[in-house]
């Protein structure tokens, strides 16, 4: 690897960078892949680095990049659905390095290829970006004039790749548990509340508290209510629920 | 509770979730292993130290959702024991979570953003009665684990100084130790594990906080798993119907009317339960 200006330096900033945000704060993905570009760039030699990243069918896919021409490549790539970045993306799988002046991939990526091949890139490889179990995006490497991309610095891609991955991961897990514990706390919340207007009910009307839930409980269905909502609004007298 | 079928099945879905918490182990274990890999082949020491980092934490949560297989695993086989005997009282989950914790004595809680108790399961009557405490005087090692994200424990006078009602109280319960390790999974805390009177080295120890989130990851907060605990999870549906009748006649909100039931039963040494129930049955009027 000495032929790779690599320094601890370096991959050590490039780490700070990644795994900079704390846990309790979801990161911005779109820091994080700019700086992965960046850093891929500046760590792998004279490889050109842009990373894509569709966080799911709904979301526009994102792109990073360094310089202008590369970020327009990415984004006409993202947006044409085509390139070595868009086949890893959707297989799961490193592309390994490919000529873009070969048979294969003008074939495969037509526009893609004859693009990259104007801004003067020769090489291409793609390593797909792993997001817990599913593949969200790709750091794509793209090499000058015709001299092939080295195993090893794929191999640094795929493990700088990686390491990327897992602070999108803990994002998303942060997100699901902010949902499932907010989720927990309405769903234990709404119980509590029933069974308060039951009781603020059944005090008003001199009935049971299960005569005050059957009340309640046809009040909300023939006003197509929900239940949780009819019992707040008993709860807080501002709902009169006539007795039967 | 409205979340999860555990109560109406409980041994098919323990047995469900064991299933699922292993699986989950050994996916995480799998990952682990690649991130080791890497860390084996990385180029410079920042890098493996990175992929070493990564292999830890899933190491970790592998090892979560290994305790979490075996505490439902034991369920399973307490129940399925149960059920083929015959008049012995039906197994409770809380049980095994103590055991696990080296107690017999446990509690769990759920709040709500209030920090008040919204839910809570027991292991037995005194962890029961000491959880009940916390609930009355809205003070203790539960509350404080809660509120501050982290672990809390007293033993002896200590109990006194830190609490000034409820440590007197547990401690006339005849309970000399408490502590208490918050349920958090990624910043988000939904209430608390209190053990009552630990063997000795338990608090301090991995166990207790492992056991804690083991819970909180593989249980409460996976959608796979249930927050109710196979029914151990009590909501207390008499205190608050009780709340809603003392709001109704005396006027008054539901926060005052719940704070005077609380008051009522503390000054009488009862279960806010025992208050309630009388109050629904038109037994007692307060005000």
């Known amino acids: 690897m000495t032929s790779m200006p690599l320094t601890q330096q370096r991959l050590a900033r490039a780490f700070v960078d990644l795994a900079r945000s704390p846990v309790t704060e979801p990161s911005d993905p779109a820091g994080l892949l700019a700086s992965l570009a960046a850093h891929a760039t500046e760590l792998l030699g004279d490889c050109a680095a842009i990373v894509l990243y569709v966080p799911d069918e709904h979301t526009p896919a994102q792109v ?75 750091l794509v490497l793209l090499g000058r004039g015709g001299t092939p991309l080295p195993a090893e610095l794929l191999a640094l891609g795929q493990s700088l790749t990686d390491a990327a991955g897992w602070p999108l991961e803990r994002d998303r897990r942060l997100r699901e548990t902010r949902a499932l514990a907010d989720q927990l706390g309405q769903a234990l919340t709404s119980r509590i509340v029933i069974e308060q207007a039951k009781g603020t009910l059944a005090a008003r009307l001199s009935i049971t508290v299960d005569e005050a839930f059957r009340l309640l409980r046809s009040h909300a269905r023939s006003n197509r209510r929900r239940l949780t909502d009819v019992a707040r609004e008993v709860v807080e007298r501002r709902l009169e629920v006539p007795a039967e | 509770m409205a979340t999860g079928d555990g109560a109406r099945d409980p041994m098919a879905s323990a047995q469900r979730n064991a299933d699922a918490a292993r699986a989950r182990s050994a996916h995480e274990t799998g990952r682990a292993e690649h991130h080791e890999t890497l860390a084996d082949d990385a180029p410079t020491d920042v890098l493996r130290s990175v992929h070493l980092r990564i292999a830890a934490l899933h190491r970790s949560t592998a090892a979560c959702h290994d305790i979490s297989a075996r505490l439902q695993s034991d369920y399973v086989a307490r129940f399925g024991k149960w059920a083929g005997a015959g008049n012995t009282p039906r197994p409770m989950f809380m049980t095994g979570v103590a055991a696990a914790c080296g107690t017999r004595s446990a509690a769990l809680t759920l709040v709500g953003a209030t920090l008040d108790q919204l839910a809570l399961a027991a292991s037995d009557e005194p962890s029961r009665s000491a959880q009940e405490l916390e609930f009355l005087l809205g003070e203790g090692p539960a509350r404080d684990a809660t509120a501050e994200i982290r672990p809390v424990s007293a033993t002896g006078p200590a109990l006194a100084e830190r609490w000034p009602g409820y440590g007197p109280a547990v401690t006339e319960l005849g309970i000399a130790e408490v502590a208490a390790v918050p349920l958090s999974l990624a910043g988000v805390c939904v209430g608390a594990l209190a053990v009552f009177d630990p063997a000795p080295g338990l608090v301090g120890s991995g166990t207790f906080r492992e056991v804690a989130e083991a819970l909180t990851e593989s249980m409460i907060l996976n959608p796979d798993g249930d927050p109710g605990l196979y029914g151990a999870v009590d909501l207390r549906a008499l205190v608050h119907q009780a709340t809603g009748m003392v709001s109704e006649q005396l006027d008054c909100s539901v926060t005052d009317a719940l704070e005077l039931i609380k008051a009522h039963a503390f000054a009488e040494g009862v279960s806010a339960h025992t208050v309630a129930d009388r109050i629904v049955r038109r037994e007692l009027r307060l005000g």
Do not use: I, K, N
Request: hydrophobic share 30%; glycine share 14%; proline share 7%.
């Open chain 1, 64 to 138: 990073a990049g360094t310089g202008e021409e590369l970020m327009r490549l990415a984004q006409d790539a993202a947006d044409l659905s085509e390139g070595p970045g868009r086949e890893a993306c959707r297989t799961g799988r490193p592309v390994p390095d490919t000529a873009l002046d070969g048979e294969q991939a003008r074939r495969d990526w037509p526009r893609y290829t004859a693009r990259a091949r104007q801004l003067g890139y020769g090489r291409t490889a793609a390593l797909p970006l792993h997001v817990g179990d599913d593949t969200l995006g790709a």
